[in-house]
């Protein structure tokens, strides 16, 4: 008969001791786990993407209730254990389930720390420790503007920034005057306070909050020094604390955590503990990397191997957010008896420093770059001694060994021993990938990630991973794909597909799905509106516009906001307006109570706040005046910005206004592979911000500059000279063939400022520069897809000719009376 385990806790270093378990003896246990909450076994390191839109709670479940039904495993989620006897080894849950057992794991991590300061119970004062914390931050951006995030340590920074990504007004709230204090030094905390500063988020360093405002919601924050700011959300970021509750009712001895040796045995021989919940050695655990370790060696006395031991863990930080590399580990403060090896490089957000002791490194932070981390913390776990390379080290490990030992990158990686951790977030090391790929014949990064989970949380190993891959596999730069698939519905690349498209003259999506074999028969978001840009730009003549593969702001011609309704943005050549068309901005806005009017960037009005259902009648009004449609929610021509150039300027050159009113009415409505954006200034004085459009026109003496392929937005790039032009025609045929150049070339949602930096200036200078014919031809295919493009304004057309009428038709009007409320269990409630 089976012994009976039961594991209180169904995150992850409970349910992680489980899998090391089954791996050494699946047939040893009865299992039983109790979770409180009601999601299944999820990667909580990864809350950080889903806040920021960039994965769903989907992608980040670690185990399905599948996975527990093959595993026999019994599992009981929204049961909170309440009770454990030892005498008669039963637990007891808040629901009245009561389990016996032979051997008790105890995982009930941690609990957030909430400020104990007034208002601190107010609802919308949230922490930031599980889904349904995300829920209600998710919650609070789409009918808040601001957010509060109290604290500036990893958890803290995480929150901001995925509440920022989901259009909050974000200010963080620390009381010290260094940034994560815990795992960095200053020179690196500053370098990380500018990145997210210019990324929108605010601080306030060195303040105290005093009181949060509110009586039914919280409203605002006030500090000590009686600075009030507002707030919908106040996020409490403040560090955790083992929860120990459970464990201390039972009689269990615990300090700050619950006390356990080194085969993680609480002082009832019976009782396991593991996790953020768990004290060793007087040191208590928040990352992931520890907690695995942890699992790996109960896991072992679980199965009664009885060799493993923990004696403790090296940790590591990384920050979660997307674009900042970042990286932590050890003593990186050092003391009188430590050195310092430091390399700094503003211009590039660079900054490195190992801490020393006798040629071991004791410590590193790295900011910008953070490619040799695991190296460098693999020198610190190993107290390998540095000396032979310490001139080298701060160049990376392919420098240093590859010129110490005669080797090159990839045989750094061969050097690596086989226990070299790779993946810090699963606790996969070099060892186990290596040996999996050759047991199992793995030729792919996402075959490895399925079997071993290696690089499968954060990705920040998947480098690491491929290296591997390269020297385990024969032959592998040969047989590893070198191309990237469109999406999962097929193997091919969008260029593949685009040459495809042009060479065997596809002129529907049908088409392309029959005739290359697509797997899956209706596509998928990814490839449908992919597929429909490369149709209309190859040919525009005769291809119908798929409605059906849009998405929502272009299928209805507007912007969808987050309360639901919807921005209208008429079109104004070159930025100019005049009395009846603002006459006619006005009468709508009044007409429909349009909440909101707002200037834009590109020099437009912004009707903010407009129903659905109003779209079709704003439409007609704002045609009556003349005004069109401003394509600001497409991925076409958006706006020409212009100075008021030579017509007014007291040192313009050119005439700026009349070249941006051309360039506006001979390219609007142009379908492109991403939004696309030009601007004319009148003189090199360029205040129309000519050097960061996608299409920029300077005016100088003798005639004009034009510049490509600059961005504005999250990554500045600034423009590239193309040429110098004399005439205004002579930019509108260059703008004409830059335009169309890059909508046959480009792939779906590339900007010019990538794509000219994939395909290099030189190739663009070389078919519109170099080559006059084929820049006329380039000119001539753009005015002709013109012709079908301006053929009709899509607002006109749906205002008036009742196009597509039913997207903006409710699809059934519900009356009160019809509204039925169900009346949940209180369970369900809470």
Partial sequence: MKEKLVCIGNGMAGVRTLEELLKLDPEKYDITVLGTELYGNYNRILLSPVLAGEKNIDDIILNSQEWYDQNGITLYTGHTVTQINRIKREITSDQDVTIKYDRLLIATGSNPFIIPIPGHNLPGVVSFRDITDVEAMLAASRHGQYAVVIGGGLLGLEAANGLMKQGMDVTVVHLLDTLMERQLDKPAATLLKTSLEQRGIKFLMEAQTAEIIGTEQVTAVRFKDGLEIPANI???????????????AAGIYCERGIIVNDTMQTYDPRIYAVGECVQHRGQAYGLVAPLYEQAKVCANHLADMGIARYSGSVVSTRLKVTGIELFSAGDFLGNGKTEEIIFQDPAQGIYKKLVVHNNYIKGA??????????WYLQLMREQADIGHIRDKLLFGQAYALGSALGGTAASAVTLMSDDTQICGCNGVCKGTIVKTITNEGLTTLEQVRLHTKASASCGSCSHLVEQILAITVKDYHNTAPKKKAMCHCTELSHDEVQTAIKQQHLTSIAQIFDQLAWKNPDGCQVCRPALNYYLLAHFPAEVKDDYQSRFINERVHANIQKDGTYSVVPRMWGGLTNPQELRAIANVVEKFNIPTVKMTGGQRIDLLGVKKTDLPAVWADLNQAGLVSGYAYG????????????????????????LGVKLEKMTWGSWTPHKFKMAVSGCPRNCAEVTIKDFGVIGVEAGWEIHVGGNGGIKVRVTDLLCKVTTPEEVLEYCGAFMQLYRENARYLERTAPWIERVGLDYVKQQLVADNDNRQSLFRRFLESQHFAQAEDPWIARALGGLDAHEFKPLKQVTTSEIKVVALPEEEVA
């Fill in 365 to 374: 932070v790295m900011y910008g770059d953070t490619v040799d981390s695991a």
């Fill in 635 to 658: 991925k076409a021509v958006r706006t020409v910005k212009t100075c008021v150039g030579s017509e007014w300027c007291r040192f313009g050159t050119q005439p700026a206004m009349e």
């Fill in 234 to 248: 106040v996020v409490m970021a403040v560090g955790i604390r083992p929860n120990t509750t459970l464990a201390k």
